[in-house]
């Protein structure tokens, strides 16, 4: 003969685990329930007065305990789930074993999503990254006005004529070398000029030297 066994769920707030354990309903007409979390840290009792059911439960959602008191039926038929009075989330569930491991289930789900959320910074923290974020984006602006900057003097350098410290050195040597071709087609001009002058002297010369 199989002995009727009803199963008591709860999230334990020392671990966050879920903790489930099934009780026969012959011991807890007898002396009630203790269920301990494998940790250690929390324990749900369930105490018979030999009318109702006196119950503490710890609850993985607020951390803290809560306390009921359910009629003999509710705890040995059918389900009953526990409402935390913190958070209005069922936070304990005592029935078939199924139907309190499907309810564990989403109970863990939600407790890992609340305490998802309430990973948030601090407030002074906030403030501080915010500050951040607003010098980061100052100095993001300031950083892309200079790089067009030096942009701009590369190619004002690339097309100006002027000598800079990047290319004097060519500019001096092709200034150097402009004058010198000057002075050459200048000394060739005067050389003409003084040719046409010898060749006027000359032609001067000449008729004198036919006047001899
Ligand atoms: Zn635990
Ligand atoms: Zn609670």
Aim: glycine fraction near 6%; hydrophobic fraction near 40%.
């Amino acid at each position: 003969m199989r002995e009727e066994m009803r199963t008591f769920g709860y999230l334990c707030p020392k671990c966050g685990k879920t903790v489930m354990k099934a009780r026969s309903v012959f011991a807890l007409e007898a002396s009630g329930a203790e269920v301990e979390c494998d940790c250690g840290g929390s324990a749900l009792t369930a105490v018979f007065d030999g009318e109702r059911y006196q119950l503490t439960v710890p609850c993985g959602l607020c951390g803290g305990t809560h306390t009921a008191v359910c009629s003999r039926e509710q705890v040995l038929e059918g389900a009953v789930a526990l409402a935390c009075a913190e958070t209005k989330q069922f936070c304990c569930f005592i029935g078939p074993e199924g139907i309190v491991e499907k309810n564990l289930r989403e109970l863990e789900i939600l407790a890992e999503k609340e305490k998802r959320q309430e990973i948030n910074l601090p407030a002074k923290y906030m403030a501080r990254l915010n500050a951040y974020r607003k010098r980061y984006r100052a100095a993001l602006v300031v950083c892309a006005f200079l790089i067009v900057c030096v942009a701009a003097m590369f190619v004002i350098t690339a097309t100006s004529d002027n000598a800079t410290i990047l290319n004097y050195e060519s500019k001096l040597i092709d200034r150097y070398e402009h004058w010198e071709e000057e002075l050459k087609e200048r000394e060739a001009k005067v050389r003409e000029r003084e040719e046409a002058a010898g060749i006027s002297v000359q032609n001067s010369h000449g008729p004198e030297s036919t006047q001899e």
